[in-house]
C-alpha cells in the first residue's frame, strides 16, 4: 500500500526534486477518499502530499490541480489569504498522488474558531504601534470570502468549470432531493421540509459568484490569530453564495455568523441577497442526506448507520423547535406567548405608559421578536471530516510543530 506515511512521505520525495524527508504528521482530510500527511524535509520545509483513493478522488484532484492553475499570480495578489501550490504529482495505478507546498499556520475546530475569534492568539512578531489593530477573526473571514465571491466570472468559465444559473442550482438540488428519497432512509418530514423551501422561488432570486464550494473548517487555516490559507479547490464553480456559509451553521454562537455577513457585506462587489443564509441553514441541513447518498453509493454500512442517527436527531430537534423551514425559528413557547399576550391585555387596560413584560426569570418579553436559539450543527457531515463517521481536527496537524520521524 502506498499510502501510510512513511510511503506518501517516499512519494513526496519522488515527486519534488531535492526533497529529504525527515519526519511526517497528520494533515485533516475526508478518509473515505484521501490519505494525507504533511512531510517535513531535511532543510525544514513541509510539504502536503493527498493520494486519492478511488477514481473519483483522483479525478478531483485533477480538476483542483486545473483550478490552481487558473490563479494566476495577479489573481492571487488580490485575494486576502494563501492558496496551495502544487509542487509536483505521481501517478501509479491510474491515480495521481499531489505534493503541495505546505501553507502556514493550522486548521482550527469550530469551538477554537469562536474561542480565537474572542481571544485570538498573539501575532509572531509584535506589530508596530502605529499598526492597524488585526480584525476579529470571524472579520477576516467574511471579508475573504467577499473578495474570492467578486472575482470575475471568466475566471471559473475559461477554464472550462462548471457555472450555474440560480434556477439551475435549485434544479439540481430538488434532483439530489429526489435521488435522496429513493433510499427510503430519511425521515418524511425532513423531506418535505427541504422540498417545500425548494418550491418556494423567492428563496433562489440571487445573483450567482464564483464560490470555493467545499468551503469548511478543515479547509481554512489559521496562523497565530490570522487567516492564513483556503484549501480543497476541487468544487471550485459559479453558483450559489450561500454553499460557501452552509458551515457556519454549525456555530453555537450566531454572533460569529453575523460577523462574517457584515464583513462580507462591506467586502463584497455586491451585497448579499437576504435569503442567504436561510438558503445555507438548508444546505447545511441537506449535507446529512447527501452524507447518507454517499454512504449508500458506496456500500459502507457505517456511512448510512451515522447519516441516518443524524438525520433522526434533526428530525426530532426541528419538531421540538415547530422551526417552519431551515433559518426560520419556531414560535416561542406556549407559556411565553401567554405572558407577552397577558402584558398586551394588561397594558390596554391600564393608564400608565408602559408595562413591564418578564418571564418567570425576569427576561423582557417582546411579541414581535425572535425567540432565542441557534440551529445545532447540522451542517458538518461527516464527509468533511473522517469518512466513515470519525472525526478529525486540525490541532495535532504538522503544521502546529507535530511531527514523527520516520523509520
Same mark, same amino acid.
Given at each position: 500500500m502506498r499510502t501510510t506515511p512513511e510511503l506518501l512521505a517516499a512519494v513526496a520525495a519522488a515527486a519534488v526534486p531535492g526533497v529529504a524527508p525527515v519526519a511526517t504528521g497528520p494533515s485533516p482530510d475526508d478518509a473515505a477518499d484521501f490519505r494525507s500527511c504533511v512531510v517535513q524535509d531535511s532543510e525544514g520545509r513541509r510539504w502536503r502530499v493527498r493520494s486519492p483513493l478511488n477514481t473519483e478522488a483522483s479525478m478531483r484532484l485533477e480538476t483542483e490541480h486545473l483550478v490552481l492553475q487558473a490563479f494566476t499570480p495577479s489573481v492571487r495578489s488580490r485575494l486576502p489569504f494563501h492558496l496551495p501550490t502544487v509542487a509536483g504529482s505521481v501517478a501509479q495505478d491510474g491515480l495521481r498522488t499531489f505534493v503541495y507546498s505546505h501553507l502556514p499556520g493550522h486548521t482550527l475546530s469550530l469551538r477554537e474558531f469562536q474561542r480565537q475569534n474572542e481571544h485570538p492568539e498573539p501575532p509572531v512578531? &509584535? +506589530?508596530? +504601534?502605529?499598526a492597524t489593530p488585526r480584525a476579529p477573526l470571524a472579520v477576516q473571514l467574511g471579508r475573504s470570502l467577499g473578495c474570492l465571491h467578486s472575482l470575475p466570472r471568466a475566471l471559473v468559465m475559461d477554464a472550462d468549470l462548471p457555472a450555474y444559473s440560480a434556477e439551475q442550482c435549485r434544479k439540481r438540488m430538488l434532483h439530489d432531493l429526489d435521488q435522496a428519497a429513493t433510499t427510503g432512509l430519511i425521515p418524511g418530514d425532513l423531506l418535505?421540509? =427541504?422540498?417545500e423551501a425548494l418550491e418556494d422561488t423567492t428563496l433562489w432570486q440571487f445573483s450567482t459568484r464564483v464560490v470555493h464550494g467545499d468551503l469548511h473548517e478543515d479547509n481554512i487555516t /489559521?496562523? $497565530?490569530?490570522?487567516? &492564513?490559507?483556503?484549501?480543497? =479547490?476541487?468544487?471550485? $464553480? /459559479?453558483?450559489?453564495p450561500a454553499v460557501d456559509f452552509s458551515w457556519l451553521v454549525g456555530m453555537s454562537d450566531p454572533a460569529f455568523a453575523d460577523t462574517v455577513i457584515e464583513a462580507y457585506s462591506v467586502a463584497a462587489v455586491q451585497p448579499p441577497d437576504r435569503h442567504l443564509l436561510r438558503r445555507a441553514h438548508l444546505k447545511a441541513e441537506f449535507a446529512l442526506a447527501e452524507w447518507l447518498v454517499r454512504g449508500v453509493d458506496r456500500g459502507i454500512p457505517s456511512m448510512v448507520d451515522n447519516a441516518q442517527r443524524m438525520l433522526t436527531t434533526l428530525a426530532a430537534d426541528v419538531r421540538a423547535s415547530a422551526s417552519p423551514s431551515p433559518g426560520v425559528a419556531g414560535p416561542p413557547p406556549a407559556s411565553t406567548a401567554s405572558a407577552a399576550a397577558s402584558g398586551a391585555d394588561r397594558a390596554g387596560?391600564?393608564? /400608565?405608559?408602559? /408595562?413591564?413584560?418578564?418571564?418567570?426569570?425576569?427576561? &423582557?418579553?417582546?411579541g414581535d421578536s425572535a425567540p432565542d436559539g441557534h440551529p445545532s450543527d447540522y451542517g458538518l457531515s461527516p464527509d468533511h471530516h473522517s469518512g466513515e463517521g470519525g472525526s478529525s481536527t486540525g490541532g495535532s496537524s504538522a503544521a502546529s510543530g507535530s511531527v514523527t520521524p520516520t523509520s
Open positions: 512578531h &509584535a +506589530p508596530s +504601534p502605529s418535505r421540509r =427541504w422540498e /489559521v496562523d $497565530h490569530g490570522s487567516l &492564513a490559507s483556503f484549501t480543497g =479547490w476541487s468544487d471550485l $464553480h /459559479v453558483g450559489d387596560d391600564s393608564d /400608565v405608559d408602559s /408595562v413591564d413584560r418578564t418571564d418567570s426569570d425576569g427576561r &423582557a418579553l417582546d
